[in-house]
């Protein structure tokens, strides 16, 4: 899926960004959308109704049939290549857990600066383009990486945006606090 995104999968800043993309999508509070870590890869996304029930979207591991569902709604559209079906007969247990807090600092970033609001999650997103770059050219190790979009979030304005030259300034300031964050996080090849 690319270098960045294999990195913030890692960190689950994926899931950071895709709780506040539900938030806009689905006017959904934060609160009411849960992260779940699924070793399968099988369920890409599910949703509790208010009745209880619940219906998910089911396919290999692998991102083509979530992205051409997303993109064909509401059509059906035939899938081909080998090796995206599911294996009914090889599919026997599917396991999710909370993520652990500690241990993925990204995600509550995440949650924070869609709490904050204003210009917290575009300097979010832009601290942590800045930070997995520098991390993937060995300038940052990957621990890092959360403690420079911290501290990116940390010197940012809560103000809001009321133009497009509002949020390209904003992305702007956060890309360059970042980088002044990675060069005093940068550390020896041998903390790598």
Not at 75 to 95: I, K
Not at 162 to 185: P, Y
Request: hydrophobic content about 45%; charged content about 25%; overall charge negative.
């Amino acid at each position: 899926m690319g270098s960045r995104i294999t990195i913030d999968s890692a960190t689950m800043m994926n899931k950071g960004l895709e709780i506040i993309e539900a938030h806009w999508l689905f006017d959904l509070p934060s609160e009411r959308i849960d992260v779940l870590i699924h070793p399968e890869s099988v369920v890409h996304s599910m949703i509790e109704f208010q009745d209880g029930a619940v219906m998910a979207q089911l396919s290999v591991a692998d991102m083509r049939l979530p992205i051409q569902y997303a993109l064909t709604y509401p059509e059906r559209v035939e899938l081909r290549g080998d090796g995206l079906s599911l294996d009914w007969t090889a599919a026997r247990e599917m396991h999710f857990d909370p993520p652990q807090r500690e241990r993925f600092p990204c995600l509550e970033l995440a949650r924070a600066a869609l709490a904050a609001g204003g210009a917290l999650p575009c300097a979010l997103n832009a601290a942590d383009e800045v930070a997995v770059a520098a991390f993937l050219e060995k300038k940052l190790p990957f621990q890092g990486i959360p403690r420079v979009i911290e501290g990116v979030l940390s010197k940012t304005s809560r103000r809001g945006f009321n133009s497009l030259d509002d949020f390209l300034a904003a992305d702007f300031e956060a890309r360059q606090r970042a980088g002044e964050a990675v060069a005093a996080n940068s550390s020896s090849p041998s903390q790598m």
